[in-house]
Nanobody, 118 residues
Framework: QVQLVESGGGLVQPGGSLRLSCTIS????????VAWFRQALDKEREGVAC????????AYADFVKGRFTISRDNAKNTVSLQMNSLKPQDTAVYYC???????????WGQGTLVTVSS
């Protein structure tokens, strides 16, 4: 059974930092790209950052470039999102997604809430 479990969300002041973790079980992470998405209240889900399974190449949405960093540890089956210089508009539920086009598989975690407020 595949499970993606996000952790690390919480309340932080503007300008602060949080580190989200996605612990993945039930699949071989080397074969999957992993991405973080977020969904704010009354808004559509949007992609934040992704990292490939093969070579660790990363990509970021423009609104987080220079502030967020995605990384993975395949040995520990964990993908992290380091979020710095947080802004109130970063407030959202953050979701972890594991996807393999070759295998035709797509999995989601349950999400973790990040609130940026003073």
């Amino acid at each position: 059974q595949v499970q993606l479990v996000e952790s690390g969300g919480g309340l932080v002041q503007p300008g602060g930092s949080l580190r989200l973790s996605c612990t993945i079980s039930g699949l071989t992470l080397d074969y999957y790209g992993v991405a973080w998405f977020r969904q704010a209240l009354d808004k559509e889900r949007e992609g934040v950052a992704c990292i490939s399974g093969s070579d660790g190449e990363t990509a970021y949405a423009d609104f987080v470039k220079g502030r967020f960093t995605i990384s993975r540890d395949n040995a520990k089956n964990t993908v992290s999102l380091q979020m710095n210089s947080l802004k109130p508009q970063d407030t959202a539920v953050y979701y972890c997604n594991a996807n393999s086009v070759a295998l035709g598989r797509d999995y989601w975690g349950q999400g973790t809430l990040v609130t940026v407020s003073s």
